[in-house]
DNA sequence: CAGTGTGAAGCGCTTCACAGCT
DNA sequence: AGCTGTGAAGCGCTTCACACTG
């Protein structure tokens, strides 16, 4: 995590959210009311999460659009491209290889992993896919820094452990598994079933 | 969401996962230091987190593994097979109709709709890929009240409104859109973008 | 005016600390 | 001695409210 923590979580996940809305905005200016009410937030929310970057704002007209969004993209450190690898090439590995999402929005997958041998030297859209032997010279060949775990709960730690002695500062883990990995890096667990789950409690009867 | 808002949101998730813990977990008790450990949470919030829904441990031995795993499942309604649909028979559609962790934890998919003129009328995995004029009468047919969106997202609102206008009461989407919904719907949203877009924040430089 | 930026209040989740039970 | 259940303290995010600005 290192240094950066000054900026709470919750407003993180927002922004991403805010720089959605403001590319999706035809006007040439935007109110922290207007970008609320896509986002489903309060507006006085926006303008506070806005804060820590900056001020962008002019009063009594809002921010001017295409500014707000080259701004805060440069400070989210989404200006340039950044190369990911996805370990684990099933169903969800191809899905998220496929997933238009993470191509435009700046992310480059450079490498596919998969330790089963019927998948190994198989192209997928595009990637050839590699065992897990070749994890460590292709992380550092290309300078990666994050990666994206999608194989099952019992492989995860261990690939984890794998990806971060091999310089991986950032892991976007699908496994239903809570990773234990050093101080320095971060850890984002996206678990599909975990949701699906506390729904049946609101549903249910 | 209806009267059961009394038991905090991150607790519903972290219950969840507590419940993986225990199905995991092989002696005849278990301690909320235990639960905690593998949990990465402190130990104190296991025992308030249990608490919302009543006292099961013992004092100076823990809790009785499957006596509570049984009360939990019950009482976040897990304890019954539950009905859900799927929408949208992309990339992302086919590997969540494979993912095993739904099958596995109760949910048993009865419909998957797309409107792609052609994949209507083929299987995927075994279910027939049904239109969306479709959607109303399964839905009633089969009483489903839970939904998983996985369609674009220019299409994830009006998908929405169908499911709900069809008696859905909770929804899982994965499209990077904020739903706009009744008070009595519940909606959880996976953006798997967003949080590989955090994770750059953290990691560049 | 219309709308930003922000100190301060509000609120809810987390953690502490300890009485009480076995 | 070991561990639970919980009141109370702590802490951080959210919302309010308003001074300020073009």
């Known amino acids: 995590m290192a240094e950066h923590k000054q900026i709470p979580d919750p407003t993180l996940l927002r922004m991403c959210r805010y720089l959605r809305i403001l590319e999706r905005h035809d006007d040439a200016t935007i109110s922290s009311a207007a970008i609320a009410e896509v986002a489903g937030v309060n507006a006085a929310q926006v ?4 804060s820590f970057f900056g001020e962008f704002g ?6 001017h659009t295409k500014e707000l969004l080259a701004s805060l ?7 340039e491209e950044m190369e990911v690898v996805v370990v684990g090439a099933g169903a969800l590995g191809s899905a998220l290889i496929n ?7 700046g992310f480059r997958i450079v490498a596919v992993f998969d330790n089963n041998p019927a998948k190994v030297g ?3 859209r595009g990637y050839e896919i ?3 032997d070749r994890l460590k010279d292709t992380i550092a060949e290309h300078n990666v820094s994050l990666a994206i775990i999608a ?38 667990s996206v ?6 789950e506390t729904l049946a409690y609101y549903v249910r009867d």
Chains 1, 2 share one sequence.
């Open 151 to 188: 194989v099952p709960r019992t492989a995860a730690q261990a690939v984890a452990d794998a990806l971060i002695e091999a310089g991986v500062k950032g892991i976007l883990n699908f496994a239903p598994v809570t990773l234990k990995v050093p101080d320095d890096v971060v850890v984002r």
């Open 191 to 196: 678990d599909l079933t975990l949701q699906l």
């Open 47 to 50: 303008r506070k999460d806005l």
């Open 99 to 105: 997933y238009p999402g993470f191509d435009n929005r």
């Open 73 to 79: 993209k440069r400070m989210m450190g989404l200006d």
């Open 58 to 63: 002019q009063p009594g007209v809002g921010y």
């Open 130 to 132: 590699m065992a897990f």
């Open 122 to 124: 198989h192209r997928l």
